[in-house]
Every structure is written in C-alpha cells, then in structure tokens.
C-alpha cells in the first residue's frame, strides 16, 4: 500500500508541476491518477483517500474546465471530500457568522400583520438576538426571539389552554421562544461555490446559495413530490424562498443584515402556488456584550416573566409552542446557554456562560446541555403526525411549517 500511495503522490505532484509552469494537463495524466486512487479505494474500503490527494485532484482539474465538468458527473467521490470544504473561505459566510439583533415583522398575504392559533404574542415589531457561526463545512445557528405582549383586546380571540400555558398573563406579559438550524455541505458539487443543503423532517429539501457580488445568500426549501401520499403535493413545490443581503455602513464599520422570506401554498390544491407570507428582517451585527445587554432590556420592556424566559421553542412535528430544554430552568443564563451553542457544544454550563463574555450569575450550575440536534432523519412516528396533520388540517400544517422553517 504504501509503495501505491508513493506512485500516487509522485504522479499528482509532478503533474501540479507541470501545471504550475503553464503546461497543459494530459486527459490520460489525470484519468491514470484517478484509476489508481479507485483500485486503492476499492481494495482496501476502509481506508480514506485522504484530502491532500482530492485536493491536488482538484487543482488539477481546475486548470481543465471540460474535464472537471466530465468529472463531476461521473466520479465526485474522488475529487473531494465535503468534510474537506471550509465555509468561511466564502465572504457572505463569514459575514455571516458572529452576533446579530435586530427588528421583525411577519406579514400574512393580504398584508396585514401574521397571526397564528398556536401563539397569543404578535409577529409585529418582534425583537431577535441570533448567533451563527461556521465551523468547517457547516453553518450553526441559534436564535432567540422576544415578542411584545398581545394587546389585550385580542385575549379573547384565544382558547384560554392557549394562553393560560405560559407563565404570564395575556395582554400583560410578552414571551420568548428559541430557534435553532444545522445546515451542512453534503456532496461534491456544493464544495467549489460554498452552496449548502439537507433534509428537513424528511419530507423537505434545503438550500443556500450564494449569489450576488459576495454579500447575498439564497436560502429555499422545497417540499418533495407526493411526500404525504400520491398528489400531495403533485410536484416538488417551492415551500419558501428567502433572500439575505449583506452591506456596510458607509466607513465600513458596520454591518448590516436584512433578509425576506416569501412563502408558497403547497398543500391546498385551491391556493396551491400562491403568496402566503412574507417576513421583513433587519439586523445589525454586534460585540457579545452589546447583544446582551439588548436581550436583556428587550426582556424588561416586553415584560416577559421569569418562567418564560427561554422556556419556549416551536415543535417541529406541530409547529406549536412547546417548552424548551431550559423549561425547569428558565432565565437569562439559559439563553445565553442556547446562544453560545453555535460556537461550541460543551456540558460545562458555568465555562459556557464565562465563554459569553458577560458576568451571570447561575441560577442552577446542575443544567446540562444535549448534543444539539442536527436536521435529522424523522421516526416513522413523527412522519404519521405530520402526514395526519397535512390530511385533517393543511392549513394549519401549512402555518406550522413555515413558523418552523421560518425560524419565527
């Protein structure tokens, strides 16, 4: 083997040479190289081809356009590894990542601000305090939102096991809920354009994009074809679309974020295609201390009572409220907790909070953290639900689905 990977290292290096000076890449130079990488991933399977190798495969091929067309339609694995990919070679991820608030508004289609059953707080005039990050070849992010108190002439519009769930009172108190996304490059054709996907409750596609002059990502999610059973919905259906640009203020200084999210009926056949939402988010990137400082004035101004700060995320089988895994140990530290998860999963809760640069005081230094999930694979029991709910209620799937996807 190690006589193999010698030929190997001596072919690729040479032919980088060759390259490197303005010579021309043979098509048998590369094609030799590649066999004797499959020959070797074939007889010994259990041994990596190992990144230096795709790399300089890469490179090679970067300098024949034709035939790394050629190659990423027939033989992918060989040319790179995504685990090998680096998201923050990429400008728009790197603006990306770090700290974030900012000011929401979620419209319905006929304009008028978005309501839902499931949650008696308002989408209008909401606050957000989100944290992403990418480490290696994925995108990490955690949010937590802060919405006002429901005016309390709108109480009544609400079944009181609704609103009598939470720990504060309708029309008097505001509340928080949590959100989180994993988002990974998963094959070969994503690596060279920093593009990102998955699967979300196995019945959706993901994807970013990046696009525009390095300071745009497109973001869709798609639900697939007959994915509740034949005709529904007929065709694989654009569930959403959002648009996220990037700009500076004017010294550079600062910078901003605003994002728009356009969501479609796919469920419906009568209003299948059509405008359902659209979300108007504007945030500013902000030092760790300023964003906590905010979190917590924004807590005090909407009035959000101990018990439901950070108690709170939306199911991702119902799209309703459910309680967080900070439930029995609600505060400001446990937001903090749920924030610095996009840099670094630890089960020391008293270095997270350090980590956060700002100076809490545990409520309960017993509080362990969960590996935070991923965009994982649904149980068969979590696909029934939601098939269930698609059959009895498509409206209300519809809604719950695009608060989750959302990340409202």
């Not at 909407?302 to 140990?329: H, I, L, M, Q």
């Not at 994982?376 to 409206?395: D, N």
Request: charged share 20%.
């Amino acid at each position: 083997m190690i006589l193999v990977w010698t030929k190997i290292l001596i072919i690729s290096t040479n032919l980088l040479t060759w390259t490197a000076v303005g010579g021309q890449v043979a098509e048998h130079d590369i094609a030799k190289l590649e066999q004797q990488l499959l020959e070797e991933q074939l007889n010994r399977p259990n041994v990596p081809l190992g990144s230096i190798i795709r790399k300089q495969l890469r490179n090679l091929h970067g300098h024949s356009p034709r035939l790394l067309a050629q190659s990423q339609q027939s033989e992918d694995v060989l040319l790179c590894d995504p685990e090998d990919v680096v998201l923050s070679d990429f400008q728009q991820w790197r603006d990306e990542s770090g700290f974030w608030v900012g000011n929401y508004d979620f419209y319905q289609s006929n304009g008028s601000p978005y309501t839902s059953p499931q949650w008696p707080f308002p989408y209008r005039q909401y606050r957000g305090f989100i944290t992403g990050d990418t480490p290696g070849n994925e995108y990490r992010q955690r949010n937590v939102f802060v919405y006002r108190p429901l005016p309390i002439e709108e109480c009544g519009e609400y079944d009181g096991n609704i609103t009598n769930m939470f720990h504060g009172t309708c029309g008097m108190n505001g509340n928080i809920k949590l959100f989180e996304a994993n988002q990974a490059v998963t094959n070969c054709s994503e690596s060279a354009d920093g593009s990102i996907s998955g699967p979300y409750q196995g019945v959706f596609e993901t994807k970013s994009e990046l696009i525009g002059n390095d300071d745009t990502v497109l973001y869709q999610v798609t639900l697939n074809k007959d994915a509740f059973g034949p005709g529904m919905p007929p065709n694989d259906c654009l569930f959403q679309s959002q648009l996220t640009t990037i700009t500076h203020s004017n010294d550079g200084e600062q910078v901003y974020r605003t994002r728009s999210a356009q969501a479609f009926e796919c469920v419906n056949p009568a209003t299948y295609g059509q405008p359902k939402s659209l979300s108007f988010y504007r945030e500013r990137k902000v030092d760790q201390e300023e964003l906590i400082t905010e979190m917590e004035a924004t807590i005090a101004e909407f009035n959000v009572t101990e018990g439901d700060v950070c108690a709170w995320k939306t199911s991702a089988a119902s799209g309703t409220a459910v309680p967080s895994r900070y439930y029995d140990n609600p505060g400001i530290t446990s937001c903090l907790l749920h924030l610095n998860q996009t840099f670094e999963v630890k089960t020391d809760s008293a270095n997270i909070t350090e980590d956060m640069g700002k100076s809490v005081e545990m409520v309960d230094k017993t509080v362990q953290i969960p590996e935070a999930p991923g965009m994982e694979e649904p149980t068969q029991q979590s696909k029934a639900v939601l098939q269930a709910m698609v059959s009895s209620t498509p409206l209300l799937f519809a809604q719950g689905v695009a608060v989750i996807l959302l990340g409202l």
